[in-house]
């Protein structure tokens, strides 16, 4: 089955310790991006990778880092928490954002993390 | 700065009774308008796509319009099931995606 798997689920964490969320999909698709979804302002997208080894910042990226070594793989990491990065993580991958006719976006089923 | 503004924020329906949400949005050269369906704790779902104004998709009971200004996602005769939060993104000319916060649509039997 495609998908895009996301773990943890949940996360409840203390301000300052380094946390990492794994995504990986398994439809050898080139583009992945990470979003967080907070209440009345939709997704807001973090870092996306258009291939390996290829990164770039969205429109939120500080405090946040992603590496791309794999296709399959994208990890979010957050070096040192902090409550405001207290959201709803997702993680979506597509063959390509120039076909996204043709190949949607596909989310993972989110992390919800809390940093106290 | 590309906008898009989704109204409104939550609908609650009587099964069967029709209504529409609206996506409205700034960008321009508009590459593609999408529609997601999210249910409580997954991801959104893809819906459809719509690239020009006057174009329209449908699927069971929805359906998407488009002009140059807005889209509209009919729910005719809506069923509980139906229930979920519906979202809107539209794409620049520079393949950037921005997303709507979307309409929180309850059906109730």
């Known amino acids: 089955e495609a998908q895009v798997t996301q773990n943890p689920r949940y996360l409840i964490t203390v301000t300052g310790k380094k946390l990492t969320v794994t995504c990986s999909q398994n439809?050898?698709?080139?583009?992945m991006s990470w979003y967080r979804q907070d209440p009345g302002l939709g997704l807001r997208q973090i870092y996306y990778?258009?291939?390996?080894?290829?990164?770039d910042k969205g429109d939120v990226p500080e405090g946040y880092k992603v590496s791309r070594k794999e296709k399959r793989n994208f990890p979010l990491i957050l070096e040192s928490p902090s409550p405001n990065q207290t959201s709803l993580y997702f993680c979506?991958?597509?063959?390509?954002?120039?076909?996204?006719?043709?190949?949607?976006?596909?989310f993972g089923n989110g992390t919800r993390l809390t940093v106290t | 700065e590309d906008q898009v503004t989704q109204s409104p924020e939550a609908l609650r329906l009587q099964e069967g009774e029709s209504s529409s949400l609206n996506c409205s949005y700034t960008?321009?050269?508009?590459?593609?308008l999408f529609w997601y369906r999210q249910d409580p704790g997954k991801g959104p779902e893809f819906l459809f796509t719509?690239?020009?104004a006057g174009e329209e998709k449908e699927k069971e009971r929805l359906k998407a319009t488009l002009t140059k200004k807005e889209s509209f996602l009919h729910i005719t005769a809506p069923k509980p099931e139906d229930s979920a939060t519906y979202l809107c993104?539209?794409?620049?000319?520079?393949?950037?995606?921005?997303f709507g916060a979307g309409t929180t649509v309850t059906v109730r039997a």
């Open positions: 979506a991958s597509s063959s390509s954002l120039d076909r996204l006719d043709n190949s949607p976006l596909h």
């Open positions: 439809m050898n698709h080139e583009y």
């Open positions: 990778s258009m291939n390996v080894e290829v990164t």
């Open positions: 960008v321009s050269g508009l590459r593609g």
């Open positions: 719509l690239y020009s």
């Open positions: 993104a539209v794409q620049a000319p520079d393949y950037k995606l921005s």
